[in-house]
């Protein structure tokens, strides 16, 4: 069970050195989606996408992490690392437990110090109030891959520059009401990886539209024989583990990382304050519910082309509190994972 400390967050806007590189992408989009880089939230029912930036690695609390040291291309051209983020940043709206004066201003801020502060290869956001123009403006360094809402405002694909996508083909995809991003990143000359942003089918009898869902995810990355990353706010429960892992062949990165207990739950409004140095997410105010759950989730699949080296990390983030011990950025707390991809030969 998560024991987070309480800490006060420096804001910080962190600025990322870009690298200069264009990238050409693969983006299939459900929905209402696609975007060009300037795309609006009211734009999102258009066809083809952008790029703007997103995040990366390891252990990091809600107040800031350290970028890798010396390197800046996470070693993607040879041991094709990567560092990822994912998070439900509930619109950016503050907590009912923020202080007066607080406003979405403030949790921006808050989540680009995040974020930023990672250094992340691909991130994946959920419930982003703004589309991609929101992203483009608030993540320098990152190409926004695309937009689509979901039930609950839109999911959004951020990739580092410098990740190259292959040429889109003649006839780019659109998934008919399907509430995910995906895009090919180029890992090598010869290798390619999916990875896609999703906001699934939400509550406890959503469980069947849900795996609906991720078979659709399947299909795709079949059609294309290549492995994909599914990364965000999938409203998963532990009983829906033997359909995603045995019956479909997804690998839970945060069961490969070890489970470890301190990671476990995305979503974790129990009140731990009898706990030292205990803090309770009240998002929502006096009437917050209190349980746990692990709604979000990262999943891999190799299609038989690549496996996961060694073992992965996963971190939560986000998961300290703000202002103090009842203020928390979002309902969620976001994942970070670090991991090594190894191609099988043709």
């Not at 880089?37 to 083809?48: F, H, M, R, Y």
């Not at 890992?187 to 609906?212: C, I, T, Y």
Request: with cysteine.
């Amino acid at each position: 069970m998560t024991e987070p400390r309480r800490r006060r967050v420096t804001l910080m806007v962190g600025r990322v050195e870009s690298i200069a590189a264009a990238i050409c992408l693969t983006v299939f989009a459900g929905g209402l989606i696609a975007m060009s880089c300037t795309l609006s939230s009211n734009e999102a029912s258009q066809n083809g996408l952008k790029v703007t930036r997103s995040f990366p690695s390891g252990h990091h609390h809600a107040d800031a992490a350290s970028p890798k040291d010396g390197d800046p291309d996470h070693s993607l051209g040879g041991a094709k690392e990567l560092v990822v983020a994912s998070m439900n940043i509930a619109a950016c709206q503050p907590s009912q437990s923020a202080p007066p004066g607080w406003n979405e201003s403030n949790s921006t801020a808050a989540l680009r110090g995040i974020l930023l502060g990672l250094d992340a290869d691909v991130i994946a956001l959920q419930e982003c109030p703004g589309g991609a123009r929101w992203a483009r403006d608030h993540f320098p360094g990152y190409n926004v891959l695309g937009a689509t809402y979901s039930h609950a405002d839109q999911v959004i694909l951020l990739v580092r520059d410098g990740l190259k996508s292959p040429s889109a083909p003649s006839g780019e995809r659109a998934v008919t009401g399907l509430p995910a991003v995906i895009a090919e990143l180029e890992l090598g000359s010869r290798n390619s990886l999916l990875v896609a942003s999703v906001h699934l089918e939400p509550f406890e009898r959503g469980d069947r539209k849900r795996q609906s869902q991720m078979r659709s995810l399947l299909d795709i990355a079949d059609s294309k024989s290549s492995p994909i990353l599914i990364l965000g706010d999938t409203n998963m429960r532990d009983t829906e583990d033997e359909a995603m892992e045995d019956e479909l062949g997804l690998q839970d990165i945060w069961k490969l990382a070890g489970q470890r207990d301190e990671s476990r739950f995305t979503w974790d409004t129990m009140d731990h304050r009898n706990e030292i140095e205990g803090v309770f997410n009240r998002y929502y105010g006096s009437g917050t519910r209190q349980y746990q759950r692990r709604y979000d989730r990262m999943y891999f699949h190799g299609a038989n082309k690549a496996k996961m080296e060694g073992k992965p990390t996963f971190e939560l983030i986000a998961n300290h509190p703000m202002t103090s011990n009842l203020d928390f950025l979002s309902d969620h707390f976001g994942m970070t994972s670090r991991f090594s991809l190894s191609f099988l030969s043709e």
